[in-house]
């Protein structure tokens, strides 16, 4: 059975950082483009980051420069580094792994920017 487990949302004041991780089971994670979406009340999910297979990375413009995204085999682990963090970031994270057109969800953090 396939499972995405986000961990690393909560509160944090406006210019701090959080770091998220995804650690996944039952996927053989290495062969994945793993990505990170968000969703805030009252919008659309919106991409946020994705690292390919090959270590090939996309950002949306509005992280571009604050966010990192990278992934370690070892551990089936993604994580999302958020610097400089802004009142508009706050959302649910959301931690995906794809494989063609098979595509798989976590249940999502909380990520909260507010002083």
């Known amino acids: 059975q396939v499972h995405l487990v986000e961990s690393g949302g909560g509160l944090v004041q406006p210019g701090g950082s959080l770091r998220l991780s995804c650690t996944t089971s039952?996927?053989?994670?290495?062969?994945?483009?793993m990505g990170w979406y968000r969703q805030a009340p009252g919008k659309q999910r919106e991409l946020v980051a994705t690292i390919t297979s090959g270590n090939t990375t996309n950002y949306a413009d509005s992280v571009k420069g604050r966010f990192t995204i990278d992934r370690d085999n070892a551990k089936n682990t993604a994580y999302l580094q958020m610097n400089s963090l802004k009142p508009e970031d706050t959302a649910v994270y959301y931690c995906?792994?794809?494989?063609?057109?098979?595509?798989?969800w976590g249940q999502g953090t909380l990520v909260t920017v507010s002083s």
């Open positions: 995906n792994a794809r494989l063609a057109i098979r595509e798989v």
């Open positions: 039952g996927i053989i994670f290495r062969i994945y483009t």
